[in-house]
């Protein structure tokens, strides 16, 4: 038997949405906030010698430059004011977690601080923001202000007040994205700053089919290769979507206990546990530690020593080398921030608070174990998966930009969008059901 939810659900179609206005008008508010965004990335920082500046990205952007690149909807290729995006927050609050798991005193403002505590860290976490950004900017103000062996600057006019004009512009772009992304939060549909980098890997998509495209027209790729290629990224589509909403369900039971003169509880539940807990923080980590100091020396390793240039061909994107690693840390990065995220043994001590029990386990450490046990082997298939999505399209293309972080950013933002939507259609959908009954009670 189907419950009310359930069957709520099934009746939604486009007459249940063409009725919810106010889900319309938080769309329409999204794709607005959205859009201030795309045209962000079109307005270039003062000062710049684009020549200049085209030419060194042309040179380096096999690295981490592609990938930020690409979340960033191409505003790194052209300076905009939103080339740091949100990638600064997006550090600064995996440093917050990390920090809130580690530190006894975040610890506890976590979970004894209730709303205030989570607002508190929200703010801690701004503040990391506006650190890292300035020091993101700065290196990137410094490193275009520099003259190279030519004699030439990215900088029209090297000095610094350049520097200082561009450390503030890139570092108001990032937290004016983050207010952005906040009241799309609040007022909009969906996550803001994963929908912000969700429209930038989109707005990246027709200009990477073009050049595929352009490249099968001149001969540069053959059509088996096109389609081959097309084929990948479907079949890369499906298995992440699988994955995603793949679970392991532990029954959870509640036993019986005697209220008055009437037997009340024997309920169960389930503990749903994902196969892939950490998501799509392990990619970024393990490619921004890897590309970040290659890149950083790919600037460097036409003037530099020769070991320096020795160093940057073994780490190139794409080489022998850089994928063993990038497979060993996207492994470790799995089972590190899956420990961070879900402690067994707090989960145990909830069960335990509100008398549930796992069948067959007893309370307590035994339950503790198994929990770590599942979790481990979840973790470890989860980590596997991670690693194939990432090394195969990165082994077909030393582009970093291409690699499976975008495809697995882009379905985990359209599947938590998509639930906010349905989410809304039912609540609307209860709404008109509590204000029918009310009008026949006052019929009545």
Known sequence: ???????????????????????????????????????????????????????VFEQNSQGILSMFNVLGGGAVERMAIFALNVMPYISASIIMQLMSATIPSLEKLKKEGGEAGRKQINQYSRYLTVVLATGQALAI??????????????????????????VVTLVGGTMLLLWLGEQITSRGVGNGVSLIIFAGIIAAVPGMLGNALSLSASGGMSAGVFFGGILMIVAGLVLVVFIERSQRRLLVQYP??????????????????????????????????????????????????????????????????????????????????????????????????????????RPGQRTTEYLDYVLSRLTLIGALYLTLICLVPMMMSTNAGLGGTSILIVVSVSMDTISQIQSHLLAHQYEGLIKKSKLRGRKR
């Open 141 to 166: 103000a410094m490193g275009m202000n520099a003259v190279n062996a030519d004699g030439l600057s990215m900088a029209l006019n090297p000095g610094p007040f350049f520097i200082i004009s561009t």
């Open 256 to 361: 019986k206990r005697q209220q008055g003169n009437r037997m009340v509880g024997g309920d169960s539940s389930f503990l749903p546990l994902k196969l892939n807990t950490a998501g799509v923080i392990p990619p970024i980590f393990a490619s921004s530690l890897l590309l970040l100091p290659a890149t950083a020396a790919g600037f460097q390793s036409q003037s530099g020593p020769e070991w320096l240039q020795t160093a940057v061909a073994y780490l190139g994107a794409g080489s022998p080398l850089f994928l063993a690693l990038y497979a060993a840390l996207i492994i470790f990065f799995c089972f590190f921030y899956t420990s961070v995220v879900f402690n067994p043994e707090e989960t145990a001590d909830n069960l335990r608070k509100y008398g549930g029990f796992l069948p067959g386990i």
């Open 1 to 55: 038997m189907a419950s009310a939810a359930e069957q709520l659900a099934a009746n939604m179609n486009f007459s249940s949405f063409a009725k919810a206005k106010e889900l319309q008008q938080r769309i329409l508010f999204t794709i607005i906030i959205l859009v201030v965004y795309r045209l962000g990335t079109w307005v270039p920082i003062p000062g710049i010698d684009m020549v200049q500046y085209a030419r």
